[in-house]
Nanobody, 125 residues
Framework: QVQLVESGGGLVQTGGSLRLSCAVSGRTMSQYTIGWFRQAPGNEREFVATLFRGRTAYYADSVKGRFTISRDNAKTTVNLQMNDLKPDDTAVYYC???????????????????WGQGTQVTVSS
């Protein structure tokens, strides 16, 4: 059974940092595309960052230079380090994974089969 469990959300002031983690079980990590999406109230779920086939990182323009996605193979955990947070980063953040991802599809949430339950990130101004 595949499980993705997020942790690390919370409340932070503008300019602060948070580190989200996603613990993965039931999948082999080596070729697994795993990333993060977020959804603010009234908005569609949007792409944040992903590790394509577990190797190459891609980021949304809105977070490039501020967020870093990384993977710990030993612990099958994927992390999202978020620095210089802004109020527009406020959302529920979801970890998502897929075994058969192609590069042209990485930013579309509909192409990910595995999802976590989400963790709230709130950035106060």
């Amino acid at each position: 059974q595949v499980q993705l469990v997020e942790s690390g959300g919370g409340l932070v002031q503008t300019g602060g940092s948070l580190r989200l983690s996603c613990a993965v079980s039931g999948r082999t990590m080596s070729q697994y595309t795993i990333g993060w999406f977020r959804q603010a109230p009234g908005n569609e779920r949007e792409f944040v960052a992903t590790l394509f086939r577990g190797r190459t990182a891609y980021y949304a323009d809105s977070v490039k230079g501020r967020f870093t996605i990384s993977r710990d193979n030993a612990k099958t955990t994927v992390n999202l380090q978020m620095n210089d947070l802004k109020p527009d980063d406020t959302a529920v953040y979801y970890c998502a994974g897929d075994t058969g991802m192609i590069l042209s599809s990485i930013t579309n949430h509909a192409n990910y089969d595995d999802w976590g339950q989400g963790t709230q990130v709130t950035v106060s101004s």
